[in-house]
């Protein structure tokens, strides 16, 4: 069984830098793209940054150029996205999202995260 566990969120003043991670673990799988969202309060949820598998190539939204980057390390399975410049509107729930293959069957599927809460607040 695949499973996308987060970690790093919590509550940080505005200019303030949070670092989020999250591990695919499980066994018998491949990853393709991996991507942080995010969903505010009575808003939809939203891409944040992406990035591809070999090239490492990302985009972002944007609203977070220049102060978001999201990188991954292939070895651990994990993705992680630092986050600079915090601003009380970067506040939400924020959510990996992995395509993933399990070995031995035919088809990606997305995979997502429990999700954790970022703050940006005084």
């Known amino acids: 069984q695949v499973q996308l566990v987060e970690s790093g969120g919590g509550l940080v003043q505005p200019g303030g830098s949070l670092r989020l991670s999250c591990t695919v673990s499980g066994s018998r799988f491949s990853i393709n793209a991996m991507a942080w969202y995010r969903q505010a309060p009575g808003k939809e949820r939203e891409l944040v940054a992406g990035i591809t598998n070999r090239s490492g190539n990302a985009n972002y939204a944007d609203s977070v150029k220049g102060r978001f980057t999201i990188s991954r390390d292939n070895v651990k399975n994990t993705v992680y996205l630092q986050m600079n410049s915090l601003k009380p509107e970067d506040t939400a729930v924020y959510y990996c999202?992995?395509?993933?293959?399990?070995?031995?069957?035919?088809?990606?599927?997305?995979?997502w995260g429990q999700g954790t809460q970022v703050t940006v607040s005084s």
């Open positions: 999202n992995a395509v993933i293959r399990l070995w031995g069957g035919p088809n990606w599927s997305d995979y």
